[in-house]
């Protein structure tokens, strides 16, 4: 709870804070210097109270720049829109480096040529194993491992160096 909330509290806000002091959690709307204009979330007749609030982990609040309530703005009758803006980092998710068969040495000739001979023999001259496609399958892409090669899994780019994603 941060010291710039509404000064009374009733049951219901003690509540709310016990609840995010549980949780490890901060109450936004309280750590920001505002004019009591823009920290009265409800107003009804002559009551003015701060009802409606944010919730975010302690940790994420350095991310958290402000946090306000828009004036003239009415999602109710009564109730009035919470707005806080962040500042979020968006990381790049990591790919594996997967290594690729090089199939487009099958283009060519000698390399085409040295792959069927290779598969002949794996495959014991039967176009097709009588143990399924699944293993068919398995025995071209393991002859075309060893006959053609596998990449490093590893872009260049325009220039010819390594990238590294």
């Known amino acids: ?11 219901e806000g003690q509540m709310v804070v016990d609840f995010a002091k549980r949780m490890d959690m901060a109450v936004v709307n309280t750590y920001f ?23 975010c982990r302690r940790g994420n609040l350095k991310e958290i720049s402000d946090c306000k309530v828009v004036v003239g703005e009415s999602v109710a009758r009564q109730h009035r829109m919470v707005v806080c ?13 997967i290594e690729k068969t090089k199939w487009w040495k099958l283009k060519k000739e000698e390399c ?14 039967q176009v097709v194993l009588t ?15 060893k006959v053609l090669g596998v990449s490093s899994g590893r872009r260049k780019d325009d220039k010819g160096d390594l990238v590294v994603e």
Request: proline share 0%; glycine share 10%.
């Open 33 to 55: 210097q505002k004019r009591e204009e823009h920290r009265v979330t409800y107003k009804s007749g002559g009551r003015r109270t701060q009802v409606n609030y944010i919730l």
């Open 1 to 11: 709870m941060g010291k710039f909330g509404v000064k009374e509290r009733n049951l």
């Open 85 to 97: 803006t962040m500042t979020l980092m968006v990381c790049k998710k990591k790919t594996s480096e």
């Open 112 to 125: 085409c040529e040295e792959f069927r001979q290779k598969l002949r023999q794996a495959l014991g001259g």
């Open 131 to 145: 143990d399924g496609w699944e293993t068919t399958a398995e025995v071209i892409r393991e002859t075309g491992r």
